[in-house]
């Protein structure tokens, strides 16, 4: 899925790749993706929810909407979507669902207040959905700190953010990978919340 047009959008559909437009902040575009997948589908391997916003709490938004938004994209779509492919992902079973979350649904943020709870109520989707899908469908979250700088991102930004993990690393796209590879091949993890972060809760 994707909501803007770019070009790795172009290149995707180039090799192939099946693709939806959706806006998540809209519950009848949400449905509407879930109408088109169960009709051109008859079973899924496995849901990742990768779809994420990032607005601080002093963007250009009042309050409500900004955590309307956060929520909308990080609970609420999630929430729609697992519930409306849950008979998919039982016709493939064994099957997965897997949020991609955050370190900070588990310590807060003080800049990104709404973005943080939306991230702690994503993680307890991964709980319920486990217990409600068990055992044909395993749910799980990965919950990374710092992955891959922004170009843009300068000296004295990512070497202050360096020093908040005990590995001084950049996780890297790989090691996401790895944990993705980890939980889909897994025929004993469900309902955990598997955290990629460098051993910054130690830092």
Request: aromatic share 6%.
């Amino acid at each position: 899925t994707y909501r803007s047009q770019r070009d790795s959008i172009d290149e995707l559909a180039k090799l192939g790749v099946e693709l939806h437009r959706c806006d998540f902040y809209e519950p009848a575009e949400v449905q509407a993706l879930i109408d088109r997948v169960a009709k051109q589908h008859e079973r899924l391997r496995a849901i990742i929810h990768n779809a994420s916003d990032w607005l601080p709490d002093k963007a250009e938004y009042p309050p409500e909407e900004i955590l309307r938004r956060m929520m909308a994209v990080h609970v609420a779509a999630p929430y729609q979507i697992n519930f409306g492919l849950a008979d998919l992902l039982r016709a493939g079973a064994p099957s997965d669902i897997l949020h991609i979350g955050d370190y900070v649904s588990g310590r807060g943020s003080k800049k990104h207040i709404a973005y943080a709870a939306s991230k702690a109520a994503q993680d307890n989707l991964t709980l319920s959905f486990a217990a409600l899908l068990a055992p044909g469908v395993k749910v799980n979250s990965i919950a990374p700190a710092l992955v891959l700088f922004n170009e843009d991102d300068d000296a004295e930004y990512r070497e202050k953010t360096l020093r908040k993990s005990l590995l001084q690393r950049e996780g890297g796209l790989d090691e996401m990978q790895h944990q993705v590879d980890y939980l889909l091949d897994s025929q004993y993890v469900t309902g955990r919340i598997i955290h990629m972060d460098g051993g910054r809760h130690l830092a």
